[in-house]
C-alpha cells in the first residue's frame, strides 16, 4: 500500500508539474501571440473597411457610369431622330425635284415639237 502511495505522489507531482509548465507555456505563448492577435484583428477590421469603401465606391462609379449612358443614349436618340426627320425632307424633296425635272423634260418635249412644225410651216410657206 505504501508503494502504490508513493506511486500515486510521483504521479500527482508530475501531473503537477506538467500542468505548471503547459500553464506557463500557454501564458508565454499567449503573451508572445496577443500583440500578433490584436495587430491581425486590426489588420482584419482594416481590410473589411477598405473593401466596404471599395464596393462603394465601385457601386457609385457604376451608378455614375448608368446616368452618363443614359445621358448619351438620350441624346443619341434625339439626334437620331433629328436625321431621321432631315432623311425623310431630303427624300420628300428628291422626289419633288424628279418630278419637276420631268414635267420640265416633258415641256421641253411639246415645246421642240411645236418649235419644229412652226418652222416647218413657216419654211414651207416661204417656198411657196
Known amino acids: 500500500m505504501q508503494s502504490v502511495k508513493s506511486q500515486l505522489d510521483r504521479l500527482t507531482t508530475n501531473i503537477s508539474e506538467t500542468m505548471n509548465k503547459i500553464t506557463n507555456r500557454e501564458k508565454f ?14 489588420v482584419h477590421v482594416s ?41 425623310r425632307k431630303l427624300t420628300r424633296i428628291t422626289e419633288e425635284l424628279e418630278s419637276v425635272k420631268q414635267e420640265m423634260e416633258e415641256r421641253g418635249t411639246i415645246m421642240s415639237d411645236g418649235s419644229e412644225r412652226s418652222l416647218n410651216i413657216a419654211f414651207v ?3 411657196t
Open 29 to 42: 505563448l499567449n503573451s508572445n501571440l496577443d500583440s500578433l492577435l490584436t495587430e491581425y484583428r486590426s
Open 47 to 87: 481590410i473589411e473597411i477598405i473593401r466596404r469603401v471599395a464596393i462603394s465606391n465601385v457601386i457609385q462609379f457604376v451608378l455614375v457610369s448608368q446616368e452618363q449612358y443614359s445621358k448619351v443614349n438620350n441624346r443619341y436618340r434625339e439626334l437620331n431622330s433629328g436625321v431621321i426627320e432631315r432623311q
Open 125 to 127: 410657206s416661204l417656198i
